[in-house]
């Protein structure tokens, strides 16, 4: 039995490197789009990241997973299949909720954070253009935390490569047709390029996921057991274990927005001109930064399994 453990903690952690590896090769897109953009329409492009990911993090959408997938598995070993399904609802209508605040507050402040907080009036358009993404990665993390704890890693890896296959396609074509009418339109076409790759990405998890209802149904695993807890009992463990996990999630967001807000403006400072200064972050966040977190694909998914 300890075997089979080490074997399945093996054979769920190459699954889920192998899906960050082909992630990262398609996270290569930026060479082109970078020829279609300029180095000064990547920085307006690039803006957009920090605060998506800062409100992803607040969302929860980086922690509720974690314990989706605690959660069930420690239901499944007890053959508590209704529990384990219930999980995942409570836990999908807290990360819907939290993704629609979090969709809300970026489109109502992007204006506030492009001309006050970044200085460019033009990084407006990506940020609004991004953040329908907020609310569509929180419900496909939901999915994934519940795949992740049936130690089926498949499903995660699988979505993750079609999400940014999809964001690649969308954000090389929109950048190329939008060019014509302006360079803060085409890196707000690239922006929302992660809009249309998450879609793909969650339209993949929720077919499987229906398949896995069938599956279920049809075997007979979920018949009800005594004992069902309640959502509430529920939306407090989860909140109990994703508290910890999204204030570590913060500190990267926080870093990033820290040198949005420092980076361009000590570059002017320095006497570089607003576009130059806008290039050289576009260049420090869109290459170097990527290549810098490489070796994540497998710490996190040694992590996850």
Do not use: C, H
């Amino acid at each position: 039995m300890p075997s089979q453990g080490r074997n399945t903690f093996i054979k769920n952690a190459m699954i889920l490197s192998l899906g960050g590896i082909l992630v990262k090769v398609l996270g290569f897109y930026r060479i082109p789009l970078a020829a279609i953009l300029g180095p000064v329409g990547m920085g307006l492009f690039q803006y957009a990241y920090p605060i998506f990911n800062a409100l992803l993090a607040i969302s929860a959408a980086a922690s509720i997973p974690t314990a989706i997938s605690k959660m069930v598995s420690e239901r499944l070993a007890r053959r508590q299949f209704r529990s384990a399904q219930k999980i995942f609802q409570v836990a999908l209508v807290m990360l819907f909720i939290l993704g629609a605040m979090g969709t809300v507050i970026m489109i109502a402040g992007a204006r506030f954070v492009a001309e006050v907080i970044i200085g460019d009036p033009r990084a407006y358009f990506p940020l609004v253009a991004i953040a329908p993404a907020i609310l569509i990665v929180s419900v496909m993390a939901s999915l994934r935390g519940y795949f992740q704890g049936m130690q089926t890693m498949v499903p995660s890896a699988a979505s993750q490569v079609v999400e940014q296959a999809g964001r690649v396609l969308a954000a090389l074509i929109l950048a190329y047709l939008l060019l014509p009418r302006g360079l803060e339109f085409a890196a707000g076409g690239a922006s929302f390029g992660v809009v249309i790759g998450s879609a793909f990405g969650l339209a993949l998890l929720a077919l499987l996921y229906w398949y896995r209802g069938q599956q279920l149904r049809f075997s007979g695993g979920g018949a009800d057991e005594p004992g069902r807890e309640g959502a509430g009992r529920i939306a407090l463990e989860i909140t109990r274990l994703s508290v910890p996990i999204t204030l570590a999630a913060l500190v990267s967001p926080i870093i990033q927005l820290i040198d949005t807000v420092i980076v361009p403006r000590r570059l002017q400072i320095a006497g570089f001109t607003p576009e130059a200064a806008t290039g050289l972050y576009g260049q420090l966040t869109g290459f170097a930064a990527p290549l810098m977190n490489l070796p994540q694909i497998f710490t996190v998914a040694l992590a996850a399994s």
